[in-house]
């Protein structure tokens, strides 16, 4: 059983940029397929990016394609997403998520385990 715990989430102007972080404890991230979601009040569970760890493929949704990108520090068992050029309507919380089945999939009850949440605010 693998235990995520997202940070780096806060409250920035439009345009500008964060990283979060979901850092792993329990497992080997190596172990699941990735993902990055978020969710905003009243709407259901978006997917946002997909890694495959070895290979290092990534596939993004169309809403972020271009100003986020998914990425993994084998080294330090965590996985990043960096927002650039953020955009009021980003506002959600942000999570991490993993699959003990590899599917990589855009479905979020495909994954099995997921963080806490990080909220993102984007100002206007």
């Known amino acids: 059983q693998v235990h995520l715990v997202e940070s780096g989430g806060g409250l920035v102007q439009a345009g500008g940029s964060l990283r979060l972080s979901c850092a792993a404890a329990g497992r080997r991230l190596n172990a699941y397929g990735l993902a990055w979601f978020r969710q905003s009040p009243g709407k259901a569970r978006e997917f946002l990016a997909t890694?495959?760890?070895?290979?290092?493929?990534?596939y993004y949704a169309t809403s972020v394609r271009g100003r986020f990108t998914i990425s993994r520090d084998s080294a330090q068992n965590t996985m990043y997403l960096q927002m650039n050029s953020l955009k009021p309507e980003d506002t959600a919380i942000y999570y991490c998520a993993a699959d003990s089945s590899l599917r990589y999939s855009r479905r979020s009850e495909d994954y099995d385990y997921w963080g806490q949440g990080t909220q993102v605010t984007v100002s206007s």
């Open positions: 890694l495959t760890w070895e290979s290092r493929v990534a």
